[in-house]
């Protein structure tokens, strides 16, 4: 059975498998209430379309649908199906059963930034509704929202790490060659997972080593490829991709073992297992080559607002994070500069050991009081 297969032999095996037979998340259908005019579930669909009209990024879209299967499902809990019956202080409501109860499932509550995404979107909804005139007043105008924090990245990997991490797929391997392929991608070029299952064929210039991004909010960009990333992409693309397509009018660049794109859900369950595999004591998922791959430009003297085009950020202190991250450059500057950084040089029989033992008397920083 193709179970038992690995590599470029189960991807065959796949591949002849009918769309009705194959694994993935199905998606639920859900059914509301739409017999009433401002019936939420009547509206919610308009509003979606809205959204479509006016060019919103499909990934926007995506979030939104998320946000009212979330909401209305804890509404129709409590029979609330109309605007007109959403007030702020059930809006008030909801927003502390997300904080108390959303992630509970996964053992953790639901992060900030999904929180404000998820209200920010409700917002957004009820304003839209309010300007219909579906409802008389917006019930969501005043409803304050979680304050923001500022969160580091977890530890960046070092290069010794990525080398190891790179070094993971088995190349023996058809497969092996397109995840490594992958993989070095995101290292060079430092981007989103989403970005990579978009990428298509003609976005990868060879000649120009440069590569055509769809960002978020369908902001495009061009980045550089760096040589050794583009020879694992050619070899992919020379040995492995025409293996894999099963169209010929299929675009994707990097292709699953059923010939389509990859979701990204299914990269960062890779990035991940090879992450695992390697040895790194910490969990990631594809973000962490992307922090890698900006921290340690950072650190060989990248200017920031090179880094900022690489990574698509339209707001520089969005980059700026990466300075705080790179602590090399500040040791550097602790060690040169603080009277304490420091043990003095070894002598006598500490220095015959290879040792620098600590003075008894350890020496007093200036203006310390003694």
């Not at 070092?158 to 290292?187: H, I, N, S």
């Not at 890779?270 to 890698?292: D, E, I, N, Y």
């Not at 300075?323 to 002598?347: F, N, Y």
Request: include cysteine.
């Amino acid at each position: 059975m193709s179970y038992k297969l690995k590599g470029i032999q189960r991807a065959v095996q796949l591949a002849k498998r009918a769309r009705d037979q194959r694994g993935g998340n199905e998606k639920e259908s859900i059914s509301y209430e739409l017999g009433a005019p401002d019936a939420l579930g009547l509206w919610h669909k308009v509003y979606l379309e809205s959204l479509a009209a006016r060019n919103y990024a499909l990934d926007t879209q995506e979030h939104r649908r998320q946000t009212f299967k979330l909401f209305f499902t804890w509404a129709a809990e409590r029979d609330l199906t109309r605007a007109s019956q959403i007030t702020r202080p059930i809006l008030e409501s909801f927003q502390r059963w997300l904080w108390h109860h959303a992630g509970r499932r996964k053992g953790q509550p639901l992060g900030w930034s999904t929180q404000c995404k998820h209200l920010g979107g409700l917002k957004h909804f009820f304003r839209w509704l309010a300007r219909q005139n579906v409802i008389v007043h917006n019930p969501a105008s005043e409803l304050e929202m979680p304050r923001a924090e500022k969160r580091l990245p977890h530890e960046v990997l070092t290069q010794t790490q990525v080398g190891k991490l790179l070094a993971m797929p088995d190349v023996c391997d058809p497969l092996g060659v397109r995840d490594r392929a992958m993989l070095e991608l995101f290292y060079s070029t430092g981007i989103r997972r989403t970005e990579l299952c978009r990428l298509d064929l003609p976005d990868l210039n060879t000649e120009r080593r440069t590569l055509h991004v769809r960002g978020k909010g369908n902001k495009d960009r061009v980045v550089p490829v760096g040589e050794h990333a583009l020879a694992w992409v050619e070899r992919y693309l020379r040995e492995v991709r025409p293996r894999l397509c099963l169209d010929t009018h299929t675009q994707a660049l990097f292709l699953t073992g059923y010939g389509e794109a990859f979701n990204p859900d299914v990269v960062s369950r890779m990035v991940s297992r090879w992450l695992k595999q390697a040895g790194v004591p910490r969990k990631g998922g594809c973000h962490t080559l992307r922090h890698a791959c900006a921290t340690h430009m950072l650190e060989h003297g990248a200017d920031i607002r090179f880094i900022q085009q690489l990574l698509g950020h339209a707001n520089l202190d969005t980059t700026a994070i990466y300075t705080e991250v790179s602590i090399k450059q500040l040791q550097e500057v602790h060690a040169r500069c603080h009277p304490a950084a420091k043990l003095p040089v070894a002598t006598g029989e500490a220095a015959a050991n290879g040792k620098s033992a600590p003075p008894a008397n350890p020496p007093s920083v200036p203006g310390e009081n003694v």
